[in-house]
């Protein structure tokens, strides 16, 4: 009976009926829990459905049966548990596929596009001229030693490989997007602009429900004097005001600037650019011409020469930062400081990125200084430390938008953060800004500086690949004094 039920699963599944085969599935296994085929069949369709989260437990048990450790399952249960963010289990799996098949080109790619998200960037790297040793004409093999050598700040190696994976398979977005992130971090601007616009080809982005292919601005080739555009975010908050300053660059070619944006920013770029409209929420579109925010620098083009804008591009609405000002009147006289130290647990990097609150508790003890946090979400583990009473101030409950953030931030004399929005909203307002930027620093802080093209007014200190946090963090604390001096001189 239970064959029949099999039988029929498969076949449904060969339709296209997966959850008609998912239930008869679990009936299977419901009926004789010892046999794993009805298992193997219904972990192997979650993954095929991207249910990932239902396939892991699923892979988990047909692993303790009998004779089921196989290096595919392996592989598959570590895909779940990496798509679960548990990234050390999902590379212990990998690595036991491996030594049951040492030459699975899968599992080489695997590790190689996981391990530098746990700071090991030469584990990466071995593991993708592993699968390239194995599969020297597969795309995905040239791609992911490409994207391990980028992380690894190789840029030429990296840029060899990312262009042969395109050589083998053209419409790859994925090497398209490392290729834009090598070209970019290697300051080749005006290269990278068209490499980075190719991020639409991926079919997981997601233009706005007006976007029209034929309204997409193009650039200065169509004038823009007596028209209307739409400007439409994407990406994350930091990208967002990093690139709001060419707003003003529209508006100078004639055009009546609107901008389709997320609620918590509207107030603040309204208040910062006058005459720019943002759209709420039922209200109707109506322009001639729309782009993506993060393709304008590729559109008007810029290039380093053209950096930063005038500065600062932003600024807090009046009303918020009367707010601030007097919500922060007990602290005036003294040095104020604002510290963060993890951005969104959910992004890619935030691993490398975030820092653990333990490190930066000498700099709130610092005699003359108050310091703030700037941590409005939840930083996890990464705040390992209570500080003490009075030491680290908590006023972001207040940050019911960016416009109160900016009106807090305005009031500080200096901002030491890891990379996030709260570095890209400094910046932008023109305040003081340390970063504290990982190994694999983003594109926007190219490589061997301490300053940046896009904000005049912030100072990089960059982790080496092989430097703890902790030494970091001693660089920062060390170069305090002397800042300190200086306000005082």
Same mark, same amino acid.
């Given at each position: ?19 008609? #085969? &998912?239930?008869? *599935? +679990?009936? @299977?296994?419901?009926?004789? $829990?010892?046999? !794993?085929?009805?298992?193997?069949? =219904? %972990? ?113 190696? #990296? &840029?060899?490989? *990312? +262009?042969? @994976?395109?050589?083998?398979? $053209?419409?790859? !977005?994925?090497?398209?997007?490392? =290729? %834009? ?128 804008? !005038? ?179």
């Amino acid at each position: 009976m239970n064959a029949a039920r099999i039988g029929e699963a498969r076949a449904r599944a060969g339709r296209g009926d997966a959850a008609g #085969a &998912e239930a008869l *599935l +679990r009936e @299977a296994i419901a009926v004789d $829990p010892s046999d !794993p085929l009805p298992l193997q069949l =219904l %972990a192997d369709l979650l993954l095929s459905q991207q249910q990932t989260a239902h396939a892991l437990p699923a892979y988990r048990q047909l692993l303790a049966m009998p004779h089921q450790r196989s290096a595919l399952n392996l592989l598959h249960l570590g895909f779940c548990e990496e798509a679960a963010g548990r990234l050390e289990e999902a590379a212990a799996r990998y690595r036991e596929a491996l030594a049951i098949e040492p030459h699975m080109l899968e599992a080489h790619v695997n590790l190689a596009g996981l391990l530098w998200r746990l700071s090991d960037f030469d584990g990466a790297v071995a593991h993708g001229r592993e699968a390239v040793a194995i599969a020297p004409a597969h795309p995905f093999a040239q791609r992911i030693l490409g994207a391990a050598l980028l992380n690894r700040n190789a840029l030429d190696e #990296a &840029e060899r490989h *990312l +262009r042969r @994976a395109l050589e083998l398979q $053209p419409a790859f !977005p994925a090497a398209q997007f490392d =290729l %834009a992130m090598t070209v970019l971090l290697g300051g080749r601007l005006a290269e990278g602009w068209p490499l980075y616009a190719q991020r639409w080809t991926d079919p997981r982005a997601r233009r706005p429900a007006f976007f029209q292919a034929a309204r997409e601005w193009p650039g200065p080739s169509v004038p823009l004097a007596g028209q209307s555009i739409a400007v439409y975010g994407e990406q994350g908050h930091g990208d967002m005001l990093q690139m709001l300053r060419f707003l003003p660059r529209l508006q100078a070619l004639g055009a009546q600037v609107h901008c389709v944006l997320p609620a918590e920013l509207v107030p603040l770029v309204e208040a910062s650019f006058p005459g720019v409209h943002c759209l709420r929420a039922g209200e109707a579109l109506q322009v001639q011409w729309h782009a993506a925010l993060l393709d304008l620098p590729g559109r008007l083009p810029i290039d380093l020469a053209d950096l930063p804008g !005038p500065m600062p591009y932003l600024r807090a609405p009046a009303e918020a930062a009367a707010r601030w000002r007097e919500r922060m009147a007990a602290w005036e006289g003294g040095v104020r400081i604002g510290l963060a130290w993890s951005g969104s647990p959910a992004q890619v990097n935030n691993r490398n990125r975030a820092l653990p609150l333990s490190l930066l508790l000498p700099i709130t003890e610092l005699p003359g200084v108050q310091c703030f946090s700037l941590q409005k979400d939840d930083a996890g583990a990464w705040t390992d430390a209570q500080p003490a009473p009075g030491r680290l101030v908590d006023l972001t409950d207040g940050w019911s938008s960016f416009a109160e953030s900016a009106a807090m931030l305005e009031r500080l004399d200096l901002v030491i953060t890891i990379d996030s929005a709260v570095a890209h909203l400094a910046g932008a307002l023109g305040k003081p800004v340390w970063l504290l930027l990982p190994p694999n620093a983003d594109w926007r802080w190219l490589l061997d500086r301490a300053d940046s093209p896009w904000y005049p007014s912030a100072r990089l200190f960059r982790r080496g690949l092989a430097e703890p946090r902790a030494t970091q963090v001693r660089r920062v604390r060390q170069a305090l004094p002397a800042w300190l001096a200086g306000r005082a001189a």
